[in-house]
């Protein structure tokens, strides 16, 4: 019996770059559940997030709107409960929606359309990493540094494993739960993982699995700080860079530790695929894996996110459609699209099969549907936009991808322009070449013509000050709001949070991170 609609699982991991997955041609990393699902999909090569950074690219992603659009600019910005997410749209055609797992949501909505969350939140919901302008590159609201680089190496057991394994095991038992119960209603599944973000740590196993001798060196060595654009020396200066020296050694204990956390997240992705599958649940299934953003680890000298180049703003992303319907289209696809075209393609899946379920979004979306690669037609060529506008900058960026260029601006700095079809590995910024001024024109206009510099700046920095003005009171009195999610007694000493134990936490708050490393790094740093 063919369902009225199919069941949604979106399968989400955290800082996972394609450049590091098998399915798209990396030699070391073990992913075999990825791989087995990338196999039965529909796979985007050039898919982008629209912020590469956690809580903005997760609101934008569920929004189908732009960060700017919906004013969330950084990993503090409160994401308004006035905003209708694919879960108020799923829900209003019919879906019971579920999430089990990270979403990073900042203010006192902490379901955002969904039903019910399976499980608490690992990060605060509250201003607590407000971002800081006016004292430039180096002001640090969060715990993202070289330390994650230097201490990389196998750990006993620490905070991110102690909740992936909360959202595999929740998830699973629900899927078994929807299996029993009969119902053919259709549900909206998120599992969202926080592996392999950093700190790069990982379980003894997962390590020793990696060989050190198959470890790749970054495709791009590291540059020189002078010869750094100006918006990556930001970012060196931000992530410390200049108080630590990562050599080869370290370096590739770092990508060692983090192919391990891939591993890791892979099994766990596994737990839930095999639960569908073994359930019948997988069979009336759309299943959607991606990632909110990527990593550089190591590419150029650069770690983590927060810039434009390709490992940073690009993201995996596989579309597996129901073995219950026409037959299964598999395949890749090379237009670029990006996470806000999700919201859209959603809705067609869910109400192509039926009129009355029909609906029509609130707002003007900033996607489009990606449901005709899912039936074998081309996907039509479309700008992609992303947005930076959170720590470690002084200034917001933005970026379009269209066709194979690649335009970077920041108001203030030289442009960048990448011909990504013969400088994938954008070695050769094309900005300033007559040859290219009618492309470069044109790219600029597009990008100024929803996103006035002028006014977004103003807007951000108004943003900040009325948010540091809460935070330092919350400071001085104690009185942190008490926003974040947690499903049961005791989960808010286990994530990270501020400590509000005891009244006033002083001019920073004390922050919990449990972390048991088992054997220092072998290099000295």
């Given at each position: 019996?063919?369902?009225?609609?199919?069941?949604i699982?979106?399968?989400?991991?955290?800082?996972?770059?394609?450049?590091?997955?098998?399915?798209?041609?990396?030699?070391?990393?073990?992913?075999?559940?990825?791989?087995?699902?990338?196999?039965?999909?529909?796979?985007?090569?050039?898919?982008?997030?629209?912020?590469?950074?956690?809580?903005?690219?997760?609101?934008?992603?569920?929004?189908?709107?732009?960060?700017?659009?919906?004013?969330?600019?950084?990993?503090?910005?409160?994401?308004?409960?006035?905003?209708?997410?694919?879960?108020?749209?799923?829900?209003a055609?019919?879906?019971?929606?579920?999430?089990?797992?990270?979403?990073?949501?900042?203010?006192?909505?902490?379901?955002?359309?969904?039903?019910?969350?399976?499980?608490?939140?690992?990060?605060?919901?509250?201003?607590?990493?407000?971002?800081?302008?006016?004292?430039?590159?180096?002001?640090?609201?969060?715990?993202?540094?070289?330390?994650?680089?230097?201490?990389?190496?196998?750990?006993?057991?620490?905070?991110?494993?102690?909740?992936?394994?909360?959202v595999?095991?929740?998830?699973?038992?629900?899927?078994?739960?929807?299996?029993?119960?009969?119902?053919?209603?259709?549900?909206?599944?998120?599992?969202?993982?926080?592996?392999?973000?950093?700190?790069?740590?990982?379980?003894?196993?997962?390590?020793?699995?990696?060989?050190?001798?198959?470890?790749d060196?970054?495709?791009?060595?590291?540059?020189?700080?002078?010869d750094?654009?100006?918006?990556?020396?930001?970012?060196?200066?931000?992530?410390?860079?200049?108080?630590?020296?990562?050599?080869?050694?370290?370096?590739?204990?770092?990508r060692?530790?983090?192919?391990?956390?891939?591993?890791?997240?892979?099994?766990?992705?596994?737990?839930?695929?095999?639960?569908?599958?073994?359930?019948?649940?997988?069979?009336?299934?759309?299943?959607?894996?991606?990632?909110?953003?990527?990593?550089?680890?190591?590419?150029r000298?650069?770690?983590?996110?927060q810039?434009?180049?390709?490992?940073?703003?690009?993201?995996?992303?596989?579309?597996?459609?129901?073995?219950?319907?026409?037959v299964?289209?598999?395949?890749?696809?090379?237009?670029?699209?990006?996470?806000?075209?999700?919201?859209?393609?959603?809705?067609?899946?869910?109400?192509?099969?039926?009129?009355?379920?029909?609906?029509?979004?609130?707002?003007?979306?900033?996607?489009?549907?990606?449901?005709?690669?899912?039936?074998?037609?081309a996907?039509?060529?479309?700008?992609?936009?992303?947005?930076?506008?959170?720590?470690?900058?002084?200034?917001?960026?933005?970026?379009?991808?269209?066709?194979?260029?690649?335009?970077?601006?920041?108001?203030?700095?030289?442009?960048?322009?990448?011909?990504?079809?013969?400088?994938?590995?954008?070695?050769?910024?094309?900005?300033?070449?007559?040859?290219?001024?009618?492309?470069?024109?044109?790219?600029?206009?597009?990008?100024?013509?929803?996103?006035?510099?002028?006014?977004?700046?103003?807007?951000?920095?108004?943003?900040?000050?009325?948010?540091?003005?809460?935070?330092?009171?919350?400071?001085?009195?104690?009185?942190?709001?008490?926003?974040?999610?947690?499903?049961?007694?005791?989960?808010?000493?286990?994530?990270?949070?501020?400590?509000?134990?005891?009244?006033?936490?002083?001019?920073?708050?004390?922050?919990?991170?449990?972390?048991v490393?088992?054997?220092?790094?072998?290099?000295?740093?």
């Amino acid at each position: 019996m063919t369902r009225r609609a199919p069941h949604i699982v979106l399968l989400m991991a955290d800082q996972l770059a394609p450049h590091f997955l098998p399915f798209h041609g990396h030699p070391v990393v073990q992913a075999p559940a990825l791989a087995r699902l990338a196999a039965q999909s529909v796979v985007f090569d050039n898919a982008y997030c629209n912020f590469p950074i956690c809580a903005p690219s997760r609101a934008s992603m569920l929004a189908g709107r732009l960060p700017h659009a919906i004013g969330v600019y950084d990993n503090a910005s409160e994401f308004v409960s006035e905003i209708p997410t694919m879960a108020h749209y799923l829900a209003a055609a019919g879906y019971r929606c579920i999430l089990s797992g990270k979403m990073h949501f900042v203010g006192p909505d902490q379901l955002h359309g969904y039903h019910e969350r399976l499980t608490t939140d690992i990060y605060p919901a509250d201003f607590l990493w407000v971002p800081d302008w006016s004292k430039g590159a180096g002001f640090k609201p969060t715990g993202v540094g070289m330390g994650h680089v230097v201490d990389a190496g196998p750990s006993l057991r620490n905070m991110q494993i102690d909740y992936d394994e909360d959202v595999a095991h929740c998830a699973v038992q629900r899927i078994w739960d929807l299996a029993r119960s009969g119902s053919d209603s259709p549900v909206f599944l998120t599992v969202s993982f926080t592996h392999p973000h950093p700190p790069f740590v990982c379980p003894q196993e997962d390590w020793d699995a990696i060989d050190p001798a198959s470890i790749d060196a970054p495709r791009v060595p590291e540059i020189a700080y002078q010869d750094l654009d100006p918006h990556s020396q930001w970012l060196y200066i931000a992530h410390g860079q200049d108080r630590h020296r990562i050599d080869s050694q370290r370096l590739l204990r770092a990508r060692r530790a983090y192919y391990a956390m891939i591993r890791y997240v892979d099994r766990k992705i596994g737990e839930v695929l095999d639960a569908l599958d073994a359930s019948g649940l997988g069979r009336d299934s759309v299943v959607v894996f991606c990632t909110d953003h990527g990593e550089m680890m190591g590419e150029r000298g650069m770690w983590f996110k927060q810039t434009f180049y390709e490992p940073s703003v690009r993201v995996p992303l596989a579309i597996r459609m129901p073995q219950s319907g026409d037959v299964r289209r598999i395949g890749r696809c090379a237009t670029p699209c990006s996470l806000v075209d999700l919201l859209p393609t959603f809705l067609d899946l869910a109400t192509g099969q039926s009129g009355d379920r029909a609906i029509e979004p609130i707002d003007l979306l900033d996607g489009r549907s990606l449901a005709p690669a899912l039936q074998g037609e081309a996907l039509s060529e479309a700008d992609v936009l992303s947005e930076y506008s959170s720590e470690g900058v002084c200034a917001a960026s933005r970026m379009l991808r269209r066709a194979d260029w690649k335009y970077v601006m920041t108001p203030g700095l030289p442009p960048m322009l990448f011909d990504l079809a013969h400088d994938p590995l954008e070695l050769s910024n094309r900005a300033g070449e007559p040859s290219l001024a009618d492309i470069e024109r044109a790219m600029h206009e597009r990008l100024i013509a929803d996103w006035p510099p002028g006014e977004i700046d103003r807007k951000i920095r108004e943003s900040q000050r009325r948010r540091l003005f809460l935070r330092d009171l919350a400071r001085k009195t104690g009185h942190w709001p008490q926003w974040t999610h947690a499903v049961r007694p005791g989960d808010p000493d286990r994530y990270v949070r501020p400590s509000t134990a005891g009244g006033p936490v002083g001019p920073k708050p004390k922050m919990r991170f449990p972390f048991v490393m088992p054997t220092p790094p072998d290099a000295s740093n």
